[in-house]
């Protein structure tokens, strides 16, 4: 309010009719920024804590002779890869181990965790695990591929960066690769989404 009249009234007699001293208005002036940054941060916080959403998807790798699959966990809060599985089957014990890795980690009460309606995402085993944990499945509708651009464009990232720069001619040397790429792309991989900040420091700095 003493901002908006200070041009009608001045500062001075403003600050007499609310009792505060120059000191204190200009110490709360000064802050400012760094208050609404705090409220920001809180209320992303806030809004995470309410609806904890991430997606799960799987991608295939060649080691020149065989596929592999990758099913991955990403939490779109803040872009992190929270769990991963490589197996050479592309079946429903994929994705269970890798929810079984997701669930170990952290507590996932009500979180939402989104798929497409690949069958192994519509299987009984696949949701009567989720609702063991309290985790609520939602699944893409039909043909429907940007539902699942986040963590598409995670893979996009891990295959142009890493993969297709040194071709892994084995499931050991995907495995390894994979691993490096996650901790780079969780630790050290700025995103303009995350105010050019890593996803484990960018939860870091909003805990703070």
């Not at 998807?57 to 809060?77: P, W």
């Not at 069958?119 to 989720?130: G, M, P």
């Not at 985790?135 to 464009?153: F, M, W």
């Amino acid at each position: 309010m003493i901002e908006e009249l200070r041009d009608l009234h001045g500062i001075t007699r403003l600050l007499a009719i609310a009792g505060l001293s120059r000191a204190n208005y200009y110490k709360w002036r000064n802050t400012h920024a760094q208050r609404a940054e705090a409220h920001t941060r809180d209320h992303e916080i806030k809004e995470h804590m309410v609806a904890i959403h991430l997606h799960t998807d799987i991608t295939y790798i060649s080691d020149g002779t065989h596929f592999y699959y990758l099913s991955a966990i990403q939490d779109l809060f803040n872009n992190e890869i929270v769990a991963w599985q490589i197996s050479d089957r592309n079946d429903v014990k994929l994705v269970l181990d890798t929810v079984e890795q997701w669930t170990r980690k952290r507590d996932v009460s009500e979180a939402v965790l989104h798929s497409d309606q690949g069958f192994q995402y519509t299987s009984q085993a696949y949701n009567t695990r989720l609702e063991a944990f309290s985790v609520k499945g939602s699944h893409s509708r039909k043909a429907t591929c940007l539902d699942n651009a986040c963590i598409e464009s995670f893979f996009s990232h891990l295959k142009t960066e890493k993969l297709y720069l040194h071709q892994c001619k084995s499931e050991a040397e995907i495995h390894q690769a994979v691993e490096e790429y996650i901790y780079f792309y969780n630790y050290q991989r700025f995103q303009a989404k995350l105010k050019q900040r890593a996803p484990i420091e960018y939860r870091h700095a909003l805990a703070a």
